[in-house]
């Protein structure tokens, strides 16, 4: 599925924008990022930490933390919006997809840190994350929450994702969205061309 050298995606980042006007970089987690990505977690309210895990944690345990903070096929990748906070680089969202490579599908689950929700930091997110799943090739995105996640249900649907059963458990609902893109066609300038570049290496070496 992957089309991009994943050493290059280490250091890839983007600049967004929430509807304040705030910069925020997402970009991929390093290894160097453990200790504060544990301590976003703990930083989320109860309740955001339910919805994101679909049950109840204070933290990552070690492993899942390990996972978390390494980008690669086998692990998954996760990406963090950082925002500057009197100097420091602070994280105020995350999101961490899996590859499915039977059907070509990503499968995500994301969070915004309880003071930054409702400034558009989310859907600005969303839509970066679906650049990067279509430069990596994916055809679909999706993901489960809880029915009682009304937030996490209203930004799926702003951003164009439809509504399923989930197959297995009655208390989630499962949204996906089509996002096969040609590379040109990518909405994100920055994965437009990463994707195109990536194509054009591809070409030449065939």
Not at 6 to 26: E, I, P, W
Not at 42 to 47: A, D, E, M
Not at 128 to 133: G, I, M, P, W
Not at 185 to 200: F, T
Request: charged letters at 25%.
């Amino acid at each position: 599925m992957s089309r991009l050298r994943f050493d290059d995606l280490r250091q890839y980042s983007d600049v967004l924008r929430s509807r304040r006007g705030d910069a925020v970089t997402v970009r991929f987690v390093e290894p160097r990022d453990a200790e504060e990505l544990q301590n976003y977690f703990r930083s989320l309210s109860s309740r955001s930490r339910y919805n994101r895990f679909l049950g109840a944690m204070s933290e990552l345990p070690q492993g899942v933390l390990d996972h978390f903070t390494h980008v690669n096929e086998r692990d998954g990748f996760t990406v963090i919006a950082t925002v500057d906070v009197d100097g420091f680089e602070t994280i105020v969202g995350e999101a961490r997809y899996i590859v499915h490579l039977a059907d070509n599908s990503f499968e995500f689950g994301l969070s915004i840190e309880d003071r930054w929700q409702g400034v558009g930091v989310g859907a600005a997110l969303m839509k970066n994350l679906e650049c990067r799943a279509a430069a990596l090739g994916a055809e679909r995105l999706f993901g489960d929450t809880l029915r009682s996640n009304a937030g996490m249900i209203a930004l799926a649907r702003k951003s164009g994702f439809a509504f399923g059963q989930h197959p297995d458990d009655w208390k989630l609902v499962r949204f996906e969205k089509e996002i096969a893109t040609e590379p040109k066609d990518i909405p994100c300038a920055s994965w437009r061309i990463a994707a195109q570049n990536a194509a054009l290496t591809t070409a030449v070496a065939n």
